[in-house]
């Protein structure tokens, strides 16, 4: 194929957003999603009743804030479906006559993690009022009910087929939930409340998430083995027991960041469909009558399961392709028709698939390292080289339709998303390895990719660039001032400049979580000051380009501006790229188009001179 100027992925075709799809839901025959419309960001939810799709009319944008990232913000019983408005309000519908009633409206909370509790005509949600959060009943009329309120957190319940049964997770201060988190099993007495309760963390410590019944058999996800690995829990002997399966050494998850997330589900019948993520990529398993099998292995990502009858249903993703919902039969393991699907976005272009590149532990590298190479799409000999350090930091690069990196591919640019130390999908051991070393580990792990790169001939080891978003902007500023490594340039997109800063003004859910990631910041934060960009901008060592927004409150104006004043009087090429209106994370699609062309210009003249 010719790729001529007029056959590229425009900049703004690789900024622009395509349909999202979360949450799928079974009741009854129809299976529900919710769908994030790409223009304005609108959160809609729609149903499939088994031969048409529509979309339901909730008035409001659907979305739960709850933790700052939501999830599980809408739920499903017979005959009517309640959610979680924008302004966090609770809603529901009659699903006959399409009538919504206002059930709760308190501007002094927040909600997610929405469970039906079909027995009692009742939702069950995760509220957070007033800085303390509580695992909650809402009636059909709005009135509360304080199921438990005993941990800093909650993560979305479960309540058994029959209703008399119910399981949560929780943790505490300072943990985050891939870290340390309990599990709890109780009954559901005459009055609706728990009775019986049983709570336990995972043995010897780690983390438990996305509990489901199957039948009256209570299953969780648990990293206590080293992996996040399908469990069973059970009473023996006034004590919660966990009863391990066969299953591989591979996350079963990924890091809980939201609520309400399904990476295995029972099928009709019996047996289970899982999600593995095996050296980055994700795979569907189906364990049937003892017997297991990987299915849709066109497909990289996998999330939400759901069953009825002889159908699994999910969210598919794929190197070449934005979100699909995929309905497969469980007994023949084929796929059928996508039951919803975008627009093709790479239509009539050649779509370079990103190889996952392993590493295995050598000399001085105790630990495996992976990341996915995306190489030009026309052959050329040892192209300049773009690393990019994913976000969160407890996240991952997933080999997912990246249009951004189709982008440079079709202007002669390699990519590299490195799954660097502290990554999700790798095991816990893997995970937690990134406690007190954020800034080092990720480092040291983005040049070892970098090098292993070059000594295979791949790209060029004299033209490389780091580039990072707001967390992984953090990792970039850190590797352009790593000593004795070269580095052509650096782009921080409203990376964090001040850890200080970012801790004074997070939020209560992450409000540990530097203190993890950098160990304890000291008298006036003077334990972090050699790990503060702000204060060592002079050793940057290459061009840089800032993207800074006018309205940060995370990264503030003034970090960003002194960054850039100390590199210019150091006599270093230092741009900066500023949007007056924009808040940390650019929203504006003329604010992104506008960050890759200035990108295309900076990266595309180093590489030339």
């Known amino acids: 194929m ?19 799809y979360a949450e799928l839901r079974v009741s009854g025959a129809s299976v ?90 009742r939702l069950l949600a995760v509220r957070e009022k007033h800085g303390q959060q509580a695992l909650m009943a809402v009636d059909c009329l709005g009135r509360l009910s304080v199921l438990d309120d005993q941990f800093d957190f909650y993560g979305a319940p479960a309540v058994s087929q029959d209703g008399q049964q119910i399981a949560w997770t929780g943790w505490f201060l300072p943990h985050m939930p891939w870290d340390q988190s309990w599990v709890c099993l109780a009954e559901l007495g005459s009055s609706g409340l728990p009775v019986n309760g049983m709570k336990a963390p995972p043995p010897g ?49 990924n890091a809980p960041w939201q609520l309400g997330e399904h990476h295995a589900c029972p099928l009709p019948g019996g047996g289970w469909a899982r999600v593995r993520y095996r050296q980055g990529l994700g795979e569907l398993w189906l364990e049937r009558k003892g017997e297991i099998k990987q299915v849709a292995s066109a497909y990289t990502d996998f999330r939400y399961l759901v069953a009825k009858d002889d159908e699994l249903f999910c969210v598919a993703r794929r190197p070449d392709a934005s979100d699909t919902i995929l309905q497969l039969n469980v007994t023949t393991g084929l796929p059928a028709n996508p039951l919803f699907e975008t627009a093709a976005p790479m239509a009539g272009r050649d779509c370079v698939w990103p190889e996952s590149i392993a590493l295995p532990p050598e000399g001085p590298h105790t630990r495996p390292l992976q990341g996915f190479l995306y190489l030009p799409a026309q052959p050329v000999e040892k192209p300049p080289v773009i690393l990019i350090a994913h976000g969160g930091p407890t996240s991952a690069a997933y080999a997912t339709y990246n249009p951004q990196a189709q982008f440079w591919c079709q202007r002669g640019f390699a990519v590299a998303e490195v799954n660097y130390t502290g990554s999700t ?77 970012l801790k004074a003004v997070t939020h209560r859910f992450e409000s540990g979580y530097l203190d993890w990631l950098l160990g304890e910041p000291g008298p006036e934060g003077r334990y972090w000051h050699d790990r503060t960009p702000a204060r060592l901008a002079s050793r940057i060592a290459c061009p840089a380009i800032f993207f800074q927004g006018g309205r940060d409150r995370v ?43 200035s990108l295309w210009q900076f990266y595309s003249g180093l590489a030339q001179g």
């Not at 913000?73 to 699903?95: F, H, I, K, T």
């Not at 782009?491 to 400049?497: K, M, N, Y």
């Not at 590199?567 to 506008?594: D, N, P, T, Y």
Request: proline content about 4%.
């Open 205 to 253: 410590g780690g983390s438990v998430q996305q509990p489901q019944f199957s039948g009256q058999r209570l299953w969780v996800v648990s990293d206590h083995g080293g992996w996040w690995q399908p469990f069973q829990v059970i009473r023996q002997d006034g004590q919660l027991q966990w009863l391990p399966v066969l299953a591989s050494n591979t996350d079963h998850a």
């Open 425 to 501: 999908g790798f095991g816990r051991e893997f995970r937690q390895a990134l406690a007190g070393e954020w800034g080092k580990a990720d480092v040291a792990d983005l040049f070892r990719m970098k090098n292993a790169l070059s000594d295979a001939g791949l790209v060029d080891p004299s033209r490389v660039f780091i580039q990072g978003r707001s967390s992984g902007g953090y990792t970039a500023l850190m590797a352009a001032m790593a000593p004795e490594q070269r580095v052509s340039g650096l782009a921080s997109l409203f990376g964090v400049t001040d850890p200080l800063r």
């Open 555 to 597: 990264v503030v104006p003034e970090q960003t501006l002194g960054m850039v004043d100390a590199l210019q009087c150091a006599g270093q090429r230092a741009e900066l790229v500023w949007f007056e209106k924009e808040e940390h994370g650019f929203r504006s699609l003329e604010s992104q188009i506008k960050v890759l062309g």
């Open 32 to 121: 529900y999603w919710l769908a994030t419309e790409p223009d304005d960001g609108f959160v809609s939810l729609w149903r499939f009743d088994g031969r048409n799709c529509e979309r339901l009319d909730t008035g409001a944008s659907i979305r739960s804030r709850l933790n700052g990232y939501g999830g599980g913000a809408y739920a499903v019983m017979p005959g009517r479906v309640c959610w979680v408005s924008e302004d966090q309000n609770l809603w529901s519908m009659n699903l006959e006559t399409g009538r919504r009633q206002l059930l709760v409206q308190d501007p002094d909370a927040v909600w997610g993690g929405l469970t039906p509790d079909p027995a009692r005509q």
């Open 2 to 20: 010719s790729f001529s100027e007029s056959n590229l992925i425009s900049a703004r075709e690789a900024c622009a957003e395509a349909r999202q």
